[in-house]
C-alpha cells in the first residue's frame, strides 16, 4: 500500500483529493508523537481513546445498527465524549479517554462493553473483537468505500434516530458537516489486576487458519496493517508449531518450514477481508527466511507483555519461568 506520513493540514487534505474514489484510504486509529523519516515511532503512541468497530461486512448491517445503538445507550448514560461514522460496511464508535501508558486498562474496559452488549442481543455480536492495536488503521471519514461505494461518513443521534435507510442514503456522497464530538466526559480507564493476580482472562488458543494461534499474536496480525515486529512474532510461533520449539539443522528442513509458513499466511491474509492490505508473498517469503532460518523463537510472555501484546492472561503465562 501507498504510504504518506502527513505532518500539516494541507498535506493530509491534498493527499485525500488525490486518492479518494481511486482507492480505499485509511488513516491509524491513534496519533503518534514522534515519526521517523518513513515511519510513526510505535513507542510513542497516544493511547487515550479506544475504537469500537461494529463491522457487519454489508451482510447484517441491522445487528450492526442494533449493536451500536445498545452502546451508545451506555456511552449516552455516562456522557462519554465520543464520536460515530458509518464506515461503509458498519459503524465506527471512538470514545475518548484520559491519556495512558499502558493499552491493559482499555482492553479491559473494552471487555466490559463486550459484557453488555452480549448480554442485551439475542443474535450474534457484530463487535469486532482486536481492541487495542496501536497499528489499527481506520477508514478516513468522508471517503469511498470501494467494496460498497458507500462513504465513510460521521453520524449522530438523530441520523440513527432516523433508521438504516436514512443512513444508507446519507452515505451516497461526502458529508461536509461541522465536526463535533457528543458527550464532554473523559473515560477513566478501570484499574486493572496485574497478570500475575488474575486466574485466566482469554480463550487459551484460536484456530483462524490452519494452525493454531496464540491471542495475543490473532490480536497483533488480525488487523490492516500488523507492525514489522508483530508480523515476525507470529512467524517465530508458527515456526515453534511445526518444529515443537527445536533448533532447525538442515537447510532443506528449514525451507520446508518456511513455505508452510508462508502458505498459512497468505490463507490467513487472502481469507480475510481488510487484513493484512499490503501482503506480498514475495516480501512475506524474504522476511520470513530470516527468522526461520535463524531459528528465531516466540518471546516468553514477559517481553510481550512489556511490548504491549498481550490482551489477557492464558494457558501459556503460568508455564513460563
Not at 461514522?85 to 491493559?104: C, K, P, T, V, W
Not at 493484512?276 to 530470516?290: M, Q
Request: neutral net charge; glycine residues 4%; proline residues 3%.
Amino acid at each position: 500500500m501507498k504510504r504518506k506520513i502527513v505532518r500539516t493540514k494541507n498535506e493530509y487534505v491534498n493527499f485525500i483529493k488525490l486518492q479518494n474514489n481511486r482507492t480505499n484510504l485509511y488513516t491509524t486509529v491513534y496519533d503518534f508523537g514522534e515519526f521517523a523519516e518513513f515511519a510513526k515511532i510505535d513507542s510513542s503512541v497516544v493511547l487515550n481513546r479506544i475504537f469500537l468497530d461494529f463491522d457487519a461486512h454489508g451482510d447484517n448491517l441491522i445487528h450492526a445498527l442494533t449493536d451500536l445503538k445498545i452502546v451508545l445507550d451506555y456511552v449516552y448514560e455516562r456522557n462519554i465524549e465520543h464520536t460515530c461514522f458509518f464506515s461503509g460496511r458498519g459503524f465506527h464508535l471512538f470514545l475518548e479517554g484520559e491519556q495512558i501508558d499502558n493499552i491493559r486498562p482499555i482492553q479491559f474496559f473494552f471487555r466490559q462493553i463486550k459484557e453488555h452488549l452480549e448480554s442485551n442481543i439475542l443474535h450474534k455480536s457484530t463487535l469486532d473483537e482486536r481492541v487495542g492495536q496501536s497499528t489499527r488503521l481506520r477508514r478516513i471519514p468522508n471517503t469511498v468505500n470501494m467494496n460498497s461505494l458507500k462513504y465513510c461518513i460521521p453520524i449522530f443521534k438523530e441520523d440513527i434516530e432516523k433508521g438504516l435507510d436514512e443512513i444508507l442514503i446519507l452515505a451516497d456522497k461526502p458529508r461536509n458537516t461541522i465536526y463535533r464530538t457528543t458527550g464532554n466526559v473523559k473515560i477513566v480507564w478501570p484499574e486493572v489486576p496485574s497478570i500475575e493476580a488474575v486466574e485466566g482472562e482469554v480463550v487459551a488458543v484460536i484456530e483462524q487458519g490452519r494452525l493454531p494461534l496464540l491471542p495475543c499474536l490473532r490480536s497483533a496480525i488480525m488487523v490492516e496493517n500488523p507492525s514489522h515486529i508483530a508480523r515476525a512474532y507470529l512467524v517465530s510461533w508458527y515456526r515453534d508449531v511445526l518444529t515443537a520449539r527445536t533448533t532447525l539443522i538442515s537447510n532443506e528442513k528449514k525451507n520446508e518450514v518456511l513455505e508452510k509458513i508462508v502458505e498459512e499466511i497468505k490463507h490467513i491474509a487472502e481469507n480475510n477481508e481488510e487484513v493484512w492490505l499490503d501482503w506480498s508473498e514475495s516480501e512475506t517469503r524474504k522476511h520470513a527466511r530470516y527468522t526461520v532460518f535463524n531459528n528465531y523463537k516466540t518471546p516468553f510472555c514477559e517481553k510481550l507483555i512489556s511490548e504491549g501484546y498481550c490482551i489477557g492472561k492464558c494457558w501459556r503465562y503460568p508455564k513460563e519461568k
